[in-house]
T-cell receptor
């Protein structure tokens, strides 16, 4: 059973479209994250939710809106997609808020904007 | 501003030898460090971690060393195996929260 699953795995779409990426974890964790890995392979945090509450919201365009319907899900909706949004997006989860809890990652969603 | 740096994008090692992956950081508030391993088309998986109160942590073939004065940590894999071929990310967490700061990764190739 996949611990952190993201769908879709690949997403190819045109500039200006709106798209969503879904993430679910079955680990019973209470904290979930979204990361963006750009072309330079740099993994940068975008959002963090703890018990469905937004904890971290890095400098991300407001076209990106996370939604956490429950502790096991953190979806990412992106409006008006731009070329620079092309990247691999990783969802992750961890138990608790403390710094020594390793994060468990999904396999990523590769978003390509045409 | 990248607070965690892995200056070697790639490393090749012969099977059976030691692999040493390096990581430097700039923020003295980091108090926990982790290494992740990533295969192509998969997410990073946790490998080993170390608290800032220690200078060494060992788990089987993997050992992480921390030099706080130099703001440097390294991951040693010995003996290296072909299955270790992957991208290794170093990550750090400040004592103020659970935000992970990642390096850009080092691609390790273990040659049979």
């Amino acid at each position: 059973d996949t611990a952190v699953s993201q769908t879709p795995k690949y997403l190819v779409t045109q500039m200006g479209n709106d798209k969503s990426i879904k993430c679910e974890q079955n680990l019973g964790h209470d904290t979930m994250y979204w990361y963006k890995q750009d072309s330079k392979k740099f993994l940068k945090i975008m959002f963090s939710y703890n018990n469905k509450e937004l904890i971290i919201n890095e400098t991300v365009p407001n076209r990106f809106s996370p939604k956490s319907p429950d502790k096991a899900h953190l979806n990412l909706h992106i409006n008006s997609l731009e070329l620079g949004d092309s990247a691999v997006y990783f969802c992750a989860s961890s138990q608790g808020w403390s710094g020594n809890q390793p994060q468990h990652f999904g396999d990523g969603t590769r978003l390509s904007i045409l | 501003d990248q607070q965690v740096k892995q200056n070697s994008p790639s490393l090749s090692v012969q099977e059976g030898r030691i692999s040493i992956l390096n990581c430097d950081y700039t923020n003295s508030m980091f108090d926990y460090f982790l290494w992740y391993k990533k295969y192509p088309a998969e997410g990073p998986t946790f490998l080993i971690s170390i608290s800032s109160i220690k200078d060494k942590n060992e788990d089987g073939r993997f050992t992480v060393f921390l030099n706080k004065s130099a703001k440097h940590l390294s991951l040693h894999i010995v003996p290296s195996q072909p299955g270790d071929s992957a991208v290794y990310f170093c990550a750090a967490i400040p004592n103020t929260g659970n935000q992970f700061y990642f390096g850009t990764g080092t691609s390790l190739t273990v040659i049979p």
